[in-house]
């Protein structure tokens, strides 16, 4: 009989990352719908400090592997460490962040606990005491439902930025266990982190993302969108037509072979709508789309559409912000 549901929490720089919180929101939420406690995971270097604060998110208990070797994500280090951990209970689901590193971690998990993966899903949910996950697929052109065999282990990656994240409620802490886990030595190892210190907000975690593509025409003309992203509080993200013409950076790239996010607000700047660009960036909450071309398939998928000269609309666009900040 089943006891717990696990939550596996993603510690960087000190802290841990928002997509955590959003996990272990979605667990207790399960957990209370299969009548079992819910079951943190924290894995670090420092991290035991912070652990208690995964109960502000619905954990009740944090077990925690603290050490030096556990500093960054390698999975020949973390796979064994969580795998040890999860095998001492008997978990009804186990729950990760579909990140990047939770997307490697997630899958060789899964393969070790011989656990069923469901990855990068937008939806769980509880049906008689069996749980259910909805995943894209096809490049978001198809939603799958994903149920497990009743002996099999679900394992759950959660897209970051789409499940409800409960308000941290500071008088519930989790009660911390360290956990003596044996760490194998690795044959690789991260030497460091290079942390992106521009001060601009990660794409992944952006609440507002304004992006350009081919229609931005130059590297130079992305300052339009720099300086409307810089009053909305948002991020700059690009088409892969922008990226490949070298006028943002890979990491800029939102699609089927860059990143894939979820903002409460899109802005697509001059970018058409191919399906592998949609790949990532369908599920954000509300779409704009600025094109001069008002067959543009984004226009499809938008919730609001411009149909105009970006060069004219941007600036303009900006200024009315700037004007309505003054005033708020
Ligand atoms: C395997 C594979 C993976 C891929 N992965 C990705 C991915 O991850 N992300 C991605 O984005 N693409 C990806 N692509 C490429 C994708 O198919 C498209 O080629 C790309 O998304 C097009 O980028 P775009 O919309 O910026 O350019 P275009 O399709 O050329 O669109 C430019 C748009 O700008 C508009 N425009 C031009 N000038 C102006 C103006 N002055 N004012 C207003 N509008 C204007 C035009 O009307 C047009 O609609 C992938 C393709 C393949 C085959």
């Not at 984004?298 to 609309?313: M, N």
């Amino acid at each position: 009989m089943a006891d717990c549901v696990f939550v596996v929490a993603e510690f960087r720089g000190g802290d841990f990352r928002r997509v955590s919180y959003e996990v272990a929101s979605e667990g207790r939420k399960i957990a209370d719908a299969l009548g079992v406690s819910l079951y943190g995971i924290a894995v670090g270097s420092g991290v035991t400090d912070k652990a208690s604060q995964l109960g502000f998110y619905g954990v009740d208990k944090v077990f925690v592997a603290d050490d030096p070797a556990l500093e960054s994500y390698v999975a020949e280090t973390y796979v064994p460490v969580i795998a040890s951990i999860i095998e001492q209970a008997d978990p009804a689901a186990v729950l990760l962040a579909a990140s990047v590193d939770g997307k490697d971690l997630s899958a060789r998990l899964a393969a070790r606990l011989e656990a069923g993966l469901a990855q990068d899903c937008t939806e769980v949910v509880c049906e008689d005491g069996a749980l259910k996950a909805k995943r894209p697929i096809f490049a978001g052109k198809c939603l799958a439902w994903c149920e497990w065999a009743e002996d099999a282990l679900p394992m759950i990656s959660c897209r970051p930025n789409v499940m409800d994240c409960r308000d941290a409620d500071a008088t519930r802490e989790a009660e911390v266990e360290a956990v003596a886990v044996e760490i194998p030595e690795a044959r690789s190892r991260a030497t460091g982190l290079e942390l992106d210190t521009s001060g601009k907000v990660e794409l992944t975690e952006a609440e507002i993302i304004v992006s350009g593509g081919r229609g931005m025409k130059a590297s130079e003309n992305f300052s339009i969108l720099e300086e409307l992203a810089t009053e909305l509080g948002a991020a700059v993200g690009a088409s892969r037509a922008a990226v490949d013409a070298g006028w943002r950076p890979h990491s800029d790239q939102v699609g089927q072979t860059g990143k894939v996010v979820n903002p409460n607000l899109y802005i697509a700047v001059g970018i058409s709508g191919a399906i592998q660009h949609l790949a990532g960036m369908g599920s954000s909450k509300y779409i704009v789309a600025v094109n001069k071309d008002p067959e543009a398939p984004i226009f499809t998928k938008a919730d609001y559409g411009v149909v105009e000269d970006l060069f004219k609309f941007v600036p303009a666009f900006t200024e009315e912000v700037r004007k309505m900040k003054s005033t708020c």
